[in-house]
């Protein structure tokens, strides 16, 4: 009889499989993020109503470290985005980091919009930390880092 673990995953309980133990013990960022509850924040349906000072934006991110290793051809492992498909949150990769990743909507929100910057460009390291399998021993911060380029053009200039 399947059971729901989490809101993407069904799994068969086998009796408490090691797999099963795994999956609810190594969550990334977005997993932590969606258990919180915020009493003031409201969703919104697009980038573009959460954010109505922006005309456009473009972000591009390149993750350096284990798991985002450059697909066959590539030199860099490069993710673009823009208005239409930003997510709120990247997920480490790291195979060994636990609650990892970069919250870009905390990024973009205070750092870029909030100061009205049109180009922005940083090097930040994952919030995760690296640990054992199984999620028992913790071995210090994790090793990925994400360089990020964002260009945002705002409703209000006139250049």
């Not at 090691?18 to 697009?46: C, G, I, N, W």
């Not at 390149?62 to 498909?85: A, I, L, Q, W």
Request: charge should be positive; hydrophobic fraction near 30%; aromatic fraction near 10%.
């Amino acid at each position: 009889m399947p059971r729901v673990t989490s809101q993407f995953c069904f799994c068969y309980d086998t009796g408490g499989s090691e797999a099963l133990r795994m999956t609810r013990r190594h969550m990334k960022m977005s997993d932590v993020e969606a258990q919180k509850t915020y009493p003031f924040r409201t969703t919104a349906k697009s980038f573009l109503d959460a954010y109505p000072t922006v005309k456009s934006i473009r972000v591009e991110v390149r993750p350096v470290g284990e798991g985002f290793e450059p697909y066959r051809k590539m030199s860099e492992y490069v993710d673009v985005y823009n208005e239409t498909n930003i997510p709120a949150i990247l997920n480490c990769r790291n195979p060994r980091c636990f609650g990892g990743g970069l919250d870009l909507d905390n990024l973009i929100r205070w750092s870029v919009v909030e100061g009205r910057l049109i180009d922005y460009e940083d090097t930040i390291r994952c919030q995760g930390y690296e640990g054992s399998p199984k999620g028992r021993r913790r071995d210090g911060p994790c090793d990925t880092s994400f360089k990020l380029n964002v260009s945002v053009a705002y409703k209000d200039d006139h250049a």
